[in-house]
């Protein structure tokens, strides 16, 4: 069974500091990792994914993930936070290799960028 | 990327109606949509599958006789709550893909009141 896991309920940032938001998978086959953003009352906007090829995948708004199939993890990054990259994340993992279609999501992460 | 809307944004409507929320492609052909529930503070969870032209497929414990959904063409799926009550507010938010393994398309969410 594929499974993602986001172990921060809630990650605090100083403006103009890089930031991580953390996420490990568990698939059977090969992973397909995704990131999106999801502001107040909105719904999912794509960052980046991680399908094949470079471990290193860069996104939009100059987010960044790397995805390490040792440590089976794929955790967001950013070089200097803004207060308007304050929102929720989620993390999603699709297992490539079983035949599935399902997206499995992550609880979430709550980014907090303080001025 | 494609882009996926949702018809209303937000829907206020007593105990006892039923509500529908449209999701549309709008610049590809989605054989396959995907309609997910979010609780306040939670992840997104999987409610159904659907295939243009067949019917729909549910995840276990969620009630197809109260959440009907059609897919009549390629780009359109609809999601029917039938006689609502306040435990189905929610949101509520789509997704499209141009074929079932294929990458999926969020749109921008449906917030259902029920009152």
């Known amino acids: 069974a594929q499974s993602v896991a986001q172990p921060e309920d809630q990650v605090n940032v100083a403006e103009g500091n890089p930031l991580t938001v953390k996420c490990t998978y568990s698939?059977?086959?090969?992973?397909?990792l995704f990131w999106y953003v999801q502001y107040p009352n909105r719904g999912l906007q794509f960052l980046l994914k991680y399908i094949t090829g470079d471990n290193l995948v860069k996104g939009s708004y100059g987010f960044e993930a790397e995805f390490n199939k040792s440590q089976t993890s794929f955790h967001l990054k950013k070089p200097s936070a803004l207060v308007s990259d304050s929102a929720l994340y989620f993390c999603?993992?699709?297992?490539?290799?079983?035949?599935?279609?399902?997206?499995?999501f992550g609880t979430g992460t709550r980014l907090k960028v303080l001025a | 990327g494609a882009v996926v809307s949702q018809h209303p944004s937000r829907v206020i409507c007593k105990s006892g109606t039923s509500v529908k929320i449209e999701c549309r492609s709008l610049d590809f052909q989605a054989t396959t949509m995907f309609w997910y529930r979010q609780f306040p503070k939670q992840s997104l969870m999987l409610m159904a599958t659907?295939?243009?032209?067949?019917?729909?497929?549910?995840e276990q414990g969620v009630e197809k006789d109260k959440f009907l959904i059609n897919h009549a063409s390629l780009t359109l799926s609809t999601l029917t709550v039938t006689s609502a009550h306040p435990e189905d507010s929610s949101f509520y938010i789509c997704?499209?893909?141009?074929?079932?393994?294929?990458?999926?398309?969020f749109g921008p969410g449906t917030r259902l009141t029920v009152l």
């Open positions: 999603a993992v699709r297992d490539g290799g079983s035949g599935t279609y399902k997206y499995i």
């Open positions: 698939v059977s086959g090969n992973p397909y």
């Open positions: 997704s499209a893909s141009a074929g079932l393994l294929n990458e999926q398309f």
């Open positions: 659907s295939n243009e032209g067949s019917k729909a497929t549910y």
